[in-house]
């Protein structure tokens, strides 16, 4: 199957933004944006450009801001476990209640919006479970903070409706 000019499109930019990655990264700011921004593209904007049905734009929004907050809050804990960016230089406390309130945001969402979403609220819940266990560390890192997503992804999958 060959993608359409949307697919392209989406992958083109989450693409560009990976090659940018080691000028962009230098940037304390902009870091986690693009990150977020990237991820994002690829597990809710590839999918949502590939469908050749009409999407309804309200949950795609939806889906869209309860992600990315999911996503950002892994960012903080990420660059925070490497003592990287913003996070790296505030310091532990903070950069946790930053990525606490992301989960927050995204768990809020995911209860108040359209009923069909609601299973992602694995997402933020599993994300503020990384939060709260945080942990300086590689090992913690790449089982907690990233496993979290992983976690918060199956368990979104299994109580998705139909």
Known sequence: MIAGARVVAVAGGAAALGFAHRRLKRFAWVKPLYLTGSWTAVTVGLPAAGVSVPLDLARLGFTLAIVA???????VL?????????AGRVGARPARGVAGAFCAAAL????LGPSEL??????????????VAFRSGERFGAVAVDG????????????APG
Not at 78 to 83: G, K, P, Q, T, Y
Not at 149 to 155: D, F, H, R
């Open 118 to 131: 609601r299973a992602l609220a694995a997402l933020p819940l599993a994300m503020s479970v990384a939060v």
């Open 69 to 75: 907050s999911t996503v950002q809050a892994n960012v």
């Open 108 to 111: 809020g969402l995911a209860l």
């Open 78 to 86: 990420s660059n925070l476990r490497d003592a990287e960016g913003i």
């Open 148 to 159: 979290a997503l992983l976690v918060g992804g199956l368990g979104a999958y299994v109580l």
